[in-house]
């Protein structure tokens, strides 16, 4: 079948929209303007893709609100079967995604196997790969063959596309520390003790960021802090769009298992990730080659949850109290004299 019109859903959080870029890239090469694509997207996530030039469309869809029970759900679907897709590719897995795929009305549904009624799409492949971006390539291969030859290179994964003002400012160090899972986050004293180095023995600012959840805990940070002038507190302050920016004119990301890692990877910045409970084997870490993952391999117990948990289930977080701020800093210090 010639693709010509073409939806890729995924409504999960920001780190797996970003986590899409690559199929788009890799979809825009093999067929150029003979595609159009549509996005469906998590409600609040349109910013990520406005501005990318592969992207036709961005649909939204509001699954914790209109869209959370059957009526905004069946207007949804009636609203997607107007658009007559030629193909519909679920990147998703939940059940109510997968309502959406099997009655979207396209002549090619295409979705993993571990997908919500994915017995009735056209074709399915199992969720295998070392990393979330090889997982989402398996369905293109769906698609066509030609893009078996075609893999996603770490060296050169994806690009994020975002028109900011300001230029790149070469003296920024971005900490993002927190996550919605509570026991992905880094100690604060570990977070604490590491701005101070870099504070006391470089000339590089540090602009903390995050959501509203995130600012009592980074304030407590900023509060360790001896010299706090080079400091700065963007929690709950950001859209999507300035984050992306202020990530994109940055030197450095630190950050847990969380979407700013992705967001780093797309503008080609280096970024450190801190592991606890969740490992790479889950295939969320950042697919750069500019990318460091600091983690303790010698605790058993990792992984104790594909988002590990609000509290540690065998209550001491060894996973992330092992982890000092000086093994992060000397990372952090080889990356910088490089910048």
């Not at 469906?40 to 869809?61: A, H, R």
């Not at 701020?325 to 080889?334: I, L, P, Q, R, W």
Request: glycine fraction near 6%.
């Amino acid at each position: 079948m010639k693709v010509k019109k073409m939806a890729i859903l995924q409504t999960a959080f920001l780190g797996d929209a970003i986590l899409v870029s690559p199929m788009l890239e890799t979809l825009h090469n093999e067929y150029g303007s003979n595609i159009d694509i549509t996005l469906i997207l998590k409600k609040g996530l349109e910013d990520i893709f406005k501005s990318n030039p592969y992207v036709s469309s961005i649909i939204t869809f509001d699954k914790r609100g209109r869209g959370r029970n059957f009526t905004g759900l069946v207007k949804f679907i009636s609203q997607i079967r107007k658009q007559k897709f030629d193909t519909f590719i679920n990147v998703h897995r939940s059940w109510r995604s997968g309502l959406v795929t099997i009655f979207s009305g396209a002549k090619l549904k295409i979705g993993f196997k571990e997908a919500g009624f994915s017995f009735l799409f056209d074709k399915t492949v199992k969720r295998q790969g070392l990393h979330e971006v090889l997982k989402n390539h398996k369905l293109l291969e769906l698609l066509d063959d030609e893009f078996k030859n075609c893999k996603p290179d770490i060296k050169n994964t994806y690009k994020l596309h975002v028109d900011c003002n300001s230029q790149k400012d070469g003296k920024t160090i971005i900490i993002a520390p927190g996550s919605r899972w509570l026991t992905k986050r880094w100690t604060l004293q570990g977070y604490a003790d590491l701005s101070n180095m870099i504070i006391s023995q470089t000339d590089f600012n540090i602009v903390y960021t995050g959501d509203n959840n995130d600012t009592d805990f980074v304030e407590k940070i900023i509060s360790e802090v001896t010299n706090k002038s080079r400091l700065k507190n963007t929690c709950g302050k950001l859209s999507i769009k300035e984050l992306l920016c202020l990530i994109k004119k940055s030197s450095l990301v630190i950050t847990n298992d969380s979407a700013p890692q992705h967001i780093a990877v797309g503008f080609n910045i280096p970024v450190v990730s801190i592991f606890g409970p969740t490992t790479k084997d889950l295939g969320y870490y950042p697919y750069s080659d500019k990318a460091v993952v600091i983690e303790n391999p010698n605790i058993k117990c990792r992984p104790c949850g594909k988002h590990g948990h609000m509290k540690c289930p065998r209550g001491g977080h060894e996973c992330m109290n092992s982890i000092s701020a000086d093994m992060v800093y000397k990372t952090v210090s080889a990356i910088i004299k490089n910048t």
